[in-house]
Nanobody, 123 residues
Framework: QVQLAESGGGSVQAGGSLRLSCAAS????????MGWFRQAPGKEREFVAA????????RYADSVKGRFTISTDNAKNTVYLQMNNLKPEDTAVYYC????????????????WGQGTQVTVSS
């Protein structure tokens, strides 16, 4: 089992920044991929960014490229999502997820999920 706990959400104005954190525990994660997804009211959960614990594979949704950065602190077993130049359309509940193996962008491919953290961006 892998346990994931997100933190760092909040409310900001458009153009602002937030950093989300996802603390992972429960297993050796070196063979896992970690992803960030988001879900706005009335919409399906969508892929935001993902990477592997071992450096080499990182992917971003087109909508966040150049604004969001995913990274890890292996010593802390923590994954971060640095979000800059936030837009109102970034408003959603953000979820951290984990899967064994390579980076994929489908939420159905991820086995473990955190509880989510709310991000609200006002115009």
């Amino acid at each position: 089992q892998v346990q994931l706990a997100e933190s760092g959400g909040g409310s900001v104005q458009a153009g602002g920044s937030l950093r989300l954190s996802c603390a992972a525990s429960g297993r050796t994660l070196s063979s896992y991929a970690m992803g960030w997804f988001r879900q706005a009211p009335g919409k399906e959960r969508e892929f935001v960014a993902a990477l592997t614990w071992k450096p080499g594979s990182t992917r971003y949704a087109d909508s966040v490229k150049g604004r969001f950065t995913i990274s890890t602190d292996n010593a802390k077993n923590t994954v971060y999502l640095q979000m800059n130049n936030l837009k109102p359309e970034d408003t959603a509940v953000y979820y951290c997820a984990a899967r064994f193996g390579i980076v994929l962008t489908s939420s159905y491919s991820y086995e473990y999920w955190g509880q989510g953290t709310q991000v609200t961006v006002s115009s």
